[in-house]
């Protein structure tokens, strides 16, 4: 087995980047991020703390992440497991990207920068959804943004209707979880997650 590592030996394998992807890389955000980010109702929140790399989606409203100014992004901490697994790795580690797609379009947008996580009330209430106030955001500076070309959409094909999975295909949540952890019920999660998905969203 090859193993590249090192910048010179993944260099060797791949094309110089041509010199319009070179100078399509930002250090703020234009009015094209801004626009897109006010269409996106989903981005991954990537970071990386003392227990290693972790990927998390983040979901909600078009525009739910806010532009404050052009280096500047608030993304609430809306409801969820609370492993609290992002938040910890940027108390230890502040550096985080994210990427931000939206729904029928192919290109994607990625944001790197530092975070930090704010509980101050005047600045969360804005962010309420459903008449709840997250517990916390993140304050992301940015370092850099730039749009992702359509390739990986396209050869995923992902917005295409017909070819989504019928759920059928694939067991429900707690029928994972019931073959993952001993003593589950898995008609019992189902309706507990079913509950929580219907109450507990926010």
């Known amino acids: 087995m090859t193993v590249l590592d090192s910048d010179s030996a993944l260099r060797d394998c791949y094309d110089q980047p041509n010199e319009m992807v070179q100078k399509k890389l930002l250090r703020r955000l234009d009015r094209h991020a801004r626009a897109f980010i006010a269409l996106s109702p989903f981005a991954v929140l990537a970071t990386h703390g003392p227990d ?12 739910f992440v806010q532009v404050v100014d052009d280096v500047t992004l608030l993304l609430p901490d809306r409801r969820g497991n609370n492993l609290i697994d992002s938040l910890r790795n940027i108390v230890a580690s502040p ?5 931000f797609l939206v729904p029928g379009i192919n290109e994607t947008l990625r944001v790197n920068g530092t975070a930090k996580v704010i509980t101050d009330a005047a600045r969360l209430e804005p962010m309420a959804a459903q008449g709840k106030v997250p517990a916390s955001a993140l304050e992301i500076s940015v370092r850099e943004v730039y749009f992702h070309c359509g390739k990986a959409m396209l050869r995923s094909d992902l917005w295409n209707a017909e070819k989504h999975v019928p759920r059928s295909s ?30 507990r969203l926010y």
């Open 52 to 63: 290693g790399s972790d990927a998390s989606p983040r979901g909600d409203a078009p525009g």
């Open 95 to 99: 550096d985080v990207g994210l990427l």
């Open 170 to 199: 694939f067991p429900t949540l707690g029928r994972v979880l019931a073959d993952q952890v001993a003593g589950i019920d898995a008609e019992a999660a189902d309706v507990n997650l079913a509950e929580s998905y219907k109450s």
